[in-house]
């Protein structure tokens, strides 16, 4: 194993009272909440890209601040297998059970297509003897289709059908990745399924190819057995301006039209959620709506940026709600809870890995267990369960069972000629409420 983390231990729960920063309050993995353990509930993961490819570079940082001592070697495949090294150092200690990368994060680009399937087939290989020796577990696979500068006008929707080939070579070798390792899931990340203007762009076309580039990869897992389930990420911007994959209603639209709803599943990005215009719950509940909630990637954004900041959580209340909406769904299957988040350009040391997992872990570890006390309670169920109390009488039922027309609704106001007076929706109370248990 790599020594970049030399002299830190694996990291223990210690409980509420512990001042050890290098400890979990909150998170102990063999805690049963509802019937489950925290470990099997939450699903921890750790990604590949913030945590040990990004060098700490922004727009106007072209250098990088980090300076990690792989990204200072030369020969590429030298550096992935450091970097891999430093990885599994990191999950093992860290405690983590799972983790998910890209096929670039883990193999550098080749000068050929065939050099490039090489390189990334080599690093399975490390990957896999890795996982063996530790026991750590791959959540998702997905592959990077939107870095190299071919992919500038995206992947599957690129105007030219050749770099749509390009594309679905490393999806094919990315899924074939995923199955060999084990995954529990593969994500297909659309990072540039968009548009900048409508000026050069046949939308029609695009989402075409879109539909068709989803179809061969449902229809590529069925013939390899890749057994668990395809997730979109939805994003509602960033790099492109329009993406097709907005938010959660607008994949679910999508999937219906190509007819890919039982096969194909979301992961739900909290940062991408407010992008959108939209809360991390809002988007968990409309994905359990439509039966295709899978997986999240767990961080926030900044309220003061517009853009994608993947910073660790540190709301309670807001990862409590999430949560909470998550078991009322019947919790994780193939999915769990993968860290899209890395440290501040300005947090440089090795250790500030550990600090950013750790108050990510015992967020939403936290967040667990009020989401368990919630449910233990019942008053905020009972309080939608009696709002909606009608819809389960003889009336509601037979509206939506279709026993009744328009004509035969409207009728039943004039027969009983009384108006209805609304009811409280006791937001504010049940607001209160859920601060009492936060």
Same mark, same amino acid.
Not at 54 to 80: C, L, V
Not at 346 to 363: A, R, Y
């Given at each position: @194993? ?162 749509? %080939?390009?594309?679905?070579? &490393?999806?094919?070798?990315? @899924? ?32 075409? &190819? ?100 993947? &910073? ?7 990862? %409590? ?24 350009? &300005? ?13 990510? @872990? ?77």
């Amino acid at each position: @194993m790599s020594s970049y983390f030399e002299g830190i231990d694996k990291i223990k729960f210690e409980g509420e009272n512990s001042e050890n920063p290098l400890a979990f309050r909150y998170y102990d993995k063999n805690r049963v909440v509802l019937g489950k353990t925290m470990e099997e509930h939450l699903r921890f993961a750790v990604c590949y890209w913030h945590t040990f490819c990004w060098n700490g570079f922004d727009p106007f940082g072209y250098d990088g601040t980090f300076q990690r001592p792989w990204h200072k070697i030369s020969n590429p495949m030298e550096a992935a297998m450091a970097k891999a090294d430093v990885a599994f150092d990191f999950f093992s200690k860290l405690g983590a059970p799972f983790y998910c990368f890209h096929d670039r994060d883990v193999a550098p680009e080749g000068a050929t297509p065939r050099e490039s399937v090489e390189n990334f087939k080599r690093m399975v290989d490390v990957l896999a003897k890795k996982q063996e020796e530790t026991g750590i577990k791959l959540l998702w696979g997905t592959a990077n289709m939107f870095s190299h500068r071919r992919f500038m006008s995206g992947a599957s929707t690129n105007p030219d059908p050749e770099i749509f %080939a390009m594309a679905a070579l &490393q999806v094919k070798e990315a @899924m074939d990745a995923t199955k060999k390792l084990g995954g529990a899931n593969y994500v297909m990340w659309g990072g540039r399924e968009g548009y900048e203007t409508l000026i050069n762009t046949n939308m029609k076309s695009e989402l075409e &190819q879109m539909g068709r580039f989803l179809t061969m990869a449902v229809e590529y897992k069925h013939k390899i057995g890749l057994s668990g389930p395809i997730l979109i990420e939805p994003k509602p911007r960033e790099p492109s301006k329009h993406q097709y994959d907005f938010d959660t209603a607008t994949v679910y639209g999508f999937l219906k039209k190509y007819g890919l709803e039982k096969d194909v599943k979301v992961n739900i990005e909290a940062n991408h959620a407010t992008l959108s215009g939209h809360t991390f719950e809002h988007e968990i509940e409309t994905a359990f709506a439509h039966d295709i909630f899978g997986s999240i990637d767990m961080n926030r954004g900044d309220y003061q940026c517009g853009w994608d900041t993947d &910073q660790f959580p540190n709301n309670i209340p807001d990862t %409590a709600l999430a949560m909470y909406y998550i078991l009322q769904g019947g919790g994780f299957t193939t999915g769990g809870v993968n860290f899209d988040a890395k440290v501040r350009r &300005q947090s440089t040391d090795p250790v500030d890995l550990f600090h950013g997992h750790i108050g990510g @872990m015992d967020v939403s570890a936290r967040a667990l267990l009020i989401a368990e006390a919630m449910i233990k309670d019942g008053r905020h169920a009972k309080a939608v369960a009696d709002r909606y109390a009608g819809w389960k009488q003889e009336f509601g039922q037979q509206v939506l069972g279709g026993k009744l027309s328009l004509d035969q609704v409207a009728q039943r106001v004039l027969d009983r000629n009384t108006d209805v007076l609304p009811q409280s929706g006791r937001q504010e109370y049940l607001e209160n409420l859920l601060n009492r248990f936060c």
